[in-house]
């Protein structure tokens, strides 16, 4: 039910949907005043949500930028949370712009910081195919010569919750030790990091996919951006998660 809730919850919260939804009011609408306010309204939320310079003072807020690894320490475990591929349709996957949270799951592995990748994603879609996030990156691992004794497949969690849930119990299962490293994006290591402590799970965030990694501004960024729009939807969907977990879980 949780899971189908936030699914609800994210398509509402579609900045897009509103802007539309604005516009056709004013566009249809037979109030003269009302119409007027709804185009005030549209132009407006979209405006705002397509400066890259909000977007940018937001993101610099709230993502999580560092890991306090300490220098020559080794990890049990490197736990990579999924969203970094995506169903081509022939029963296979491809990466996508999150990427880089298997590429930090691997340079951990091949730079000695952690023994062991574990790969927590199954398929988050509300009618999901057969395919499984975690074990097709368990075979791009082991085309990089990762040795499948050093990678771990939780592949039925749907959600970052179920990502906590499972994980602990795989973790149980194999008796490693924590601190573990979780890798994920900058924009979901907050969400994630408190979850998986929720969950009792003793985590060091190690953050990857970042938006920026320095705060900058130039005059361009007050002109509208498609890049920025897509942006607010990813984090609405993470301020929107977040609180949920704190109110519910």
């Known amino acids: 039910m949780f899971f189908i809730f936030s699914k609800v919850l994210s398509f509402l919260m579609n900045l897009l949907l509103w802007v539309f939804a604005f516009l056709l009011i004013a566009l249809f609408g037979k109030n003269a005043k009302r119409k007027r306010k709804f185009l005030i309204w549209g132009i407006v939320i979209l405006y705002i949500f397509s400066n890259s310079l909000l977007i940018n003072i937001f993101s610099w807020n709230w993502d999580i930028r560092s ?27 491809f990466f996508n712009m999150a990427a880089d949270r298997f590429i930090q799951g691997l340079r951990l592995k091949r730079m000695g910081k952690a023994n062991k990748i574990l790969i927590t994603s199954g398929n988050g879609l509300l009618m999901p ?22 990678l771990l497949i939780e592949n039925k969690s749907r959600n970052t919750i179920e990502n906590a849930a499972f ?7 194999q008796k490693l030790k924590g601190p573990y490293l979780l890798v994920t994006s900058a924009f979901h290591m907050r969400r994630s990091l408190m979850i998986f402590k929720k969950q009792g799970i003793d985590v060091i965030p190690y953050a990857c996919n970042f938006s920026n990694r320095y705060f900058t501004f130039s005059p361009e960024d007050l ?16 301020v929107i998660g977040y609180t949920v977990t704190v109110l519910f879980k």
């Open 223 to 238: 002109l509208p951006s498609a890049g920025a729009m897509a942006g607010w939807g990813m984090y609405i969907k993470e």
């Open 67 to 93: 890991a306090d690894i300490k220098p020559g320490a080794k990890y049990s475990c490197a736990i990579v949370l999924g969203g970094f591929s995506a169903d081509d349709g022939k029963g296979s996957g």
């Open 129 to 150: 195919s057969a395919y499984r996030e975690a074990d097709w990156s368990r075979q791009q691992y082991k085309d990089l010569q990762v040795p499948d004794s050093c």
């Open 167 to 173: 994980t602990k119990q795989l973790l149980q299962q």
